[in-house]
Each structure stands twice: as C-alpha cells, then as structure tokens.
C-alpha cells in the first residue's frame, strides 16, 4: 500500500467503544447518498469516499453481512460466476453470528492492499450492497474507473482521505491521552 505520513501526537481516548464509532460511520446497506452524506459531514468528498472504500480490498465478509443478497434469491446485480463460490462460503441462509463463516473481499490478491476491489466491483464481484453502489452510482462511478485503472491514483487518493479522516474531531486538553504505543492505553501512574 501506499505511504501515508500521518501526524503525530494526535490524543485518543482511554476507552473505544465499537457502539459509539459506529453511529458515525455508515452502514454497508444504506444508500449512497447517506454513505457519501455521513462522510461529507467530515470534510471527505466523493472521490475520497470511494478510495476509502478501497480498504475493501483486503480482508473478508462475514456471511452474516451478506447472506441477504443470497437467500432467499440470488440478487440479480452480482456476478452469476461469482455467486457459486459465495453460496459455497456462505450455504446457510441464516449464519450463526458467532461463526466464523465469511467471503474474502478480493479472491485474486486477498492480503493485497492494491485496487483490484475496483475491478471486481465493476465486474459485478462486490459483496456489500455498498460496493455495488458504489460503481453504479453516476456521483461515484467515474471514480471506480479511473482507480481501477490507475492504483498510483487510488494510493495518493486514499492517502488524501485517510489523512483528513485520522485528523477529524481530535481530543483537546486534558481529554484522553497521546499514547506510548498506539494500540494500548498507557498504564496509569
């Protein structure tokens, strides 16, 4: 993937709590226009939209996510030589939440972080309603393209959104803390 020179010192909370992010970030069945509403609210614009996205080109689908655009009809919009391989993932019209049944999101370059997603979108291949979305909105699409053709494009792209996303509504004062290591709170003394 791309370099994204990030700054540091940002303040994080000492608690993250998934409840609270998730009211701010869209769901994968909502409409594009909320999708591209809730991040125009933060200062990140269409093209930004659909490079963030492109995260989508890593990592996997729980079957829980996308089992409605399997049963209890095959939706007409995916790829019918893709669906197969879905229905062989995801064979239970109602998955166990807690199992770990899923699709990877990208069945060529699965540990990749490059812009295949684009291609498999365009191609039909998307697992979320989103993706779908996504490259059959006229507001996102020129977008999908121009990232499918280019991944120097999709990186410096996705690095822009990315950028203005991590600097987005930081802690001030004496709210939270700049951590020693980012992934751990500091140990209280």
């Known amino acids: 993937g791309p370099h994204i ?3 540091t010192g940002r303040r994080d909370g000492r608690r993250s709590r998934a409840e609270i992010l998730e009211q701010y970030l869209p769901d994968h069945n909502e409409s594009m226009s909320m999708v591209l509403d809730r991040f125009k609210s933060i200062g990140i614009d269409s093209k930004g939209v659909v490079a963030l996205l492109g995260a989508h080109s890593v990592g996997r689908t729980h079957c829980t996510k996308l089992v409605h655009r399997l049963y209890p009809e095959v939706d007409p919009n995916l790829n019918p030589d893709h669906v197969p391989h ?3 993932k995801c064979y239970d019209p ?11 999101n990208d069945r060529g370059t699965p540990m990749i972080f490059d812009n295949n997603y684009y291609r498999n ?6 697992l979320l309603i989103v993706d779908h979305q996504l490259a059959t909105d006229k507001r996102t699409r020129p977008y999908v393209v ?21 600097e987005n509504n930081p802690l001030t004062g ?6 020693k ?4 709170v500091n140990k209280l003394q």
């Open 5 to 7: 020179p990030l700054k």
């Open 86 to 88: 879905m229905l062989k």
């Open 94 to 104: 109602i998955p166990d939440p807690k199992a770990v049944q899923y699709v990877r």
């Open 121 to 126: 979108i365009l191609d039909s291949k998307g």
């Open 146 to 166: 121009k990232m499918a053709k280019n991944q120097d494009y999709f990186f410096k792209e996705f690095s822009r959104a990315l950028t203005i996303l991590s």
């Open 174 to 179: 004496s709210k939270g803390e700049i951590r």
């Open 181 to 184: 290591q980012c992934s751990v």
